[in-house]
Nanobody, 121 residues
Framework: VQLQASGGGLVQAGACLRL?????????????MGWLRQAPGKEREIVAS????????DYADFVKGRFTISRDNAKNTVYLQMNSLKPEDTAVYYC???????????????WGQGTEVTVSS
């Protein structure tokens, strides 16, 4: 599966953004999806994940209540709605796919190219 993330940008603290990740290739609906991020000088970290059907989701503690992951299998797209953005959310955000559902993991089989999010104070 090939993944293309979009929707990043420069926003002020408190603003919202919605990231999208369009998948091409076969069987998108069979993949479990995740959004991960990497800030400058820091390790990549998981932000949120969603299972193949959308029936299970998981969030990192630092985004709970602010971010929402969702997917539309008919459109081969996974989303990350980000509300109440903080400067510490500044990072490159990646969407990724894996065949096995695992919570809180940075180990994924397929990766998109990343979209940059910058939150100014």
């Amino acid at each position: 599966v090939q993944l293309q993330a979009s929707g990043g940008g420069l926003v002020q603290a408190g603003a919202c953004l919605r990231l999208s990740c369009a998948a091409s290739g076969r069987s998108f609906s069979s993949y479990n999806m995740g959004w991960l991020r990497q800030a400058p000088g820091k390790e990549r970290e998981i932000v949120a994940s969603i299972n193949w059907s959308g029936g299970s989701t998981d969030y990192a503690d630092f985004v709970k209540g602010r971010f929402t992951i969702s997917r539309d299998n008919a459109k081969n797209t996974v989303y990350l709605q980000m509300n109440s953005l903080k400067p510490e959310d500044t990072a490159v955000y990646y969407c990724a796919a894996r065949t096995r559902w695992v919570r809180a993991s940075v180990e994924y089989d397929y990766w998109g190219q990343g979209t940059e999010v910058t939150v100014s104070s």
